[in-house]
Every structure is written in structure tokens, then in C-alpha cells.
């Protein structure tokens, strides 16, 4: 079977310029090398550059979180992360407390300034709980 491709070389799609075509295998589809505005090449597939699913090698990306992680900090310090959900594996329900089942003993710990901070290990759940509230009464409180 014969299939005819279109020749995109040169074309733009976002900061992705075509460059050269790799022809794919019975798996896997043909790619197109890509040279971003950022200089970094990539791969991918003529059809995720026309539909517009690919348009940059990733530095997009990486601009915009870095642009919303800079507006949300303070002092190195995400206010957004102060408030963000309990992790799936927390098996106290209290967040920055967990039960580690190899030391038989809970742990608190506490994330600042871009750093995970041990506040400890503890036999009583009740007693890790506390060692977090304090350490957030010291360190977020400020940043709420």
C-alpha cells in the first residue's frame, strides 16, 4: 500500500519548524524533526503539527509554569501549595503526616521555600499532628 505523504518542509506550526521526515515502522508512524524558536529539536507527527497539538518542543510549557509559579511566590514560597489537597499515599488524613509502616512510627514534614522539611518521627499520630500545625503556624501562616 502506497500512501502519499505531504511534504512540510520549512512550514511553521507555532515555534516548530519542519525539517526533515523519518519514516515510521508498521508500529509506529512516521515523525517529523522539528527545530523549535528556542533551538532545541523534537519529534512529531504532521498530523499533531496541523491540528495544532504540537507547537513547541516543551519550552512553551516550561514558560507558562514558570511565569505562574513566580506570580504565586512569595520568598520562594507557593501560597497556592499551602492550600493544595492531601497526597493520594497520606494515611493520616491530616497533610504533611503520614504512617511509616517499615519504622512503625508517623512522620511530619513540612514543604517551604521550595524544600521538604522532616519535622520528625513520632509513636503518637496525634503527636506528629502537632509538630505540623506548629511548623505551619511558623512557616505558612505568614504567607496566607
Known sequence: MSHNRIDITGEKFGKLKAISFTPGTKDKPGRWLC?????????????????????????????????????????????????SKLHVRNTSGVKGVTYLKDR??????????????????????????????KAEQELHEPYR
Open 35 to 83: 527545530q523549535c524558536d528556542c533551538g532545541k529539536t523534537t519529534f512529531a507527527t504532521a498530523g499533531a503539527l496541523r491540528a495544532g497539538q504540537r507547537t513547541s518542543c516543551g519550552c512553551s510549557k516550561s514558560d507558562a509554569t514558570s511565569k505562574h509559579i513566580a506570580k504565586d511566590a512569595v520568598d520562594g514560597t507557593r501560597r497556592s501549595a499551602l492550600k
Open 104 to 133: 512503625k512510627k508517623w512522620v511530619a514534614y513540612i514543604g517551604f521555600q521550595n524544600k521538604t522539611k522532616k519535622l520528625g518521627y513520632f509513636k503518637d499520630k496525634d503527636d506528629a499532628i502537632a509538630a505540623r500545625k
